[in-house]
């Protein structure tokens, strides 16, 4: 489930940025976070499609244009309904540039517990969760390296 009853957002210049506003998000206890980069040319700015009632997620690089699935899940179901995440904010972002990040709680076990989803706007700085979701298995070192 997600935060959507309790928004909050932060702003920062950089992609580590979102690192530190994950840190302070309420509620959670992440011991790592680690910023998106496009595996084919190295760029951090994406587009991206979200399900978070369904915990999946894909970024499309917007300088190469290279596209992959994150974490766990590498197509979409039909019963999928994704969205492309936008600025909660400003309405300079219409191209729906950001900065990603995936956030991880951990079990006892060291296996991955709870993911978070970071965004910042690149056009207005604004960084927010647009979403996190449980993970119910493990192991989760698999899902865990694709980020
Ligand atoms: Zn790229
Ligand atoms: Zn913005």
């Given amino acids: 489930m997600s935060n959507d009853n ?15 506003f994950l840190d302070e998000y309420p509620e959670n206890e992440i011991s790592k976070t680690v910023i998106v980069k496009c595996r084919q ?4 700015i994406f587009t991206c499609l979200i ?21 766990d899940v590498d197509e ?3 019963e999928d309904e994704p969205e492309y995440v936008e600025c909660p904010l400003c309405e ?3 191209m729906n540039q950001f900065n990603i990040a995936v956030g991880f709680v951990y079990r006892a076990s060291g296996d991955v517990k709870w993911v978070y ?7 207005c700085g604004v960084i927010e969760s647009c979403g996190d979701w ?10 865990e390296s694709n980020v």
């Fill in 51 to 71: 399900d978070a009632f369904e915990g999946v997620i894909e970024v499309g690089c917007t300088a190469c244009g290279t596209k992959r699935f994150l974490l």
């Fill in 41 to 44: 040319c190295g760029s951090n």
């Fill in 117 to 123: 989803i970071g965004n910042r706007c690149i056009s």
């Fill in 76 to 78: 979409w179901g039909d």
């Fill in 92 to 94: 300079e972002n219409k």
């Fill in 134 to 143: 449980r993970i119910n298995y493990g192991p989760t070192d698999e899902m």
């Fill in 6 to 20: 309790n928004p909050i957002f932060g702003h920062g210049y950089h992609p580590e940025d979102i690192i530190k």
